[in-house]
């Protein structure tokens, strides 16, 4: 079972700040990474994938992936109460299959 | 856009009954899954079917079947329900191939009494 491991938080921030989430893993033959955004009592939705080494952003997120170190990161610019929620991070490898972590819990304070 | 259907949304069994939960995609995605979500342990991987005509099991398939029925179904039947087994239950679908992201139902809500 590959292992993904996630600081399970509450992580609170205050409105307008940066969130920072991390995951780690174990699994070095890992390829693809993903970040799922799941509010209270709904399903998760897909909100960031990367694939290669470095930084990618899109809007107000941004996806950090280090394989040498096994870790992949996600932060939050501009935090909204909006974002309160639960984080998941997922991984993918050549079995079709995801493994997830058990997901950070984000508060944004007003 | 529909994406992937799940029905029922909630159900309350007693135990040892059985039923059926189904999932729908219309996104024409090959791959399809079943997971199971219970408070600190995140998703659990019951069934999947990487293509039509296959299935294998996950990390938790005990007390589960499956059927790959055609490209757009795949359900899950609990055969005798345990208490055990009061879960939420997420279907979930993605492209053939590896490494590709999975889009996801909103959910059966399952109570096993």
Not at chain 2, 75 to 103: I, K, M, W
């Amino acid at each position: 079972q590959k292992e993904v491991e996630q600081n399970s938080g509450p992580l609170s921030v205050p409105e307008g700040a940066i969130a920072s989430l991390n995951c780690t893993y174990s699994d070095r033959g890992s390829q693809s990474f993903f970040w799922y955004r799941q509010y209270s009592g709904k399903s998760p939705e897909l909100i960031m994938f990367i694939y290669s080494n470095g930084d990618k952003e899109d809007g107000r997120f941004t996806a950090q992936l280090n394989k040498a170190s096994q870790y992949v990161s996600l932060l939050i610019r501009d935090s909204q109460p909006s974002d309160s929620a639960t984080y998941l991070c997922a991984l993918g490898s050549n079995d079709y299959k995801l493994s997830f972590g058990a997901g950070t819990t984000v508060t944004v304070r007003a | 856009n529909a994406g992937v259907t799940q029905t029922p949304k909630f159900q309350v069994l007693k135990t040892g009954q059985s039923m059926t939960l189904q999932c729908a995609q219309d996104m024409n995605h090959n791959s399809m899954y079943w997971y199971r979500q219970d408070p600190g342990m995140g998703l659990r991987l019951i069934y999947y079917s990487a293509s039509e005509g296959t299935t294998d099991k996950g990390e938790v398939p005990n007390g589960y079947n499956v059927s790959r029925l055609n490209k757009r179904e795949f359900s899950l039947r609990l055969e005798s329900a345990a208490p055990s087994q009061t879960s939420v239950y997420f279907c979930a679908s993605s492209d053939l191939g590896s490494n590709q992201p999975q889009h996801f139902g909103d959910g059966t809500r399952l109570s096993i009494l």
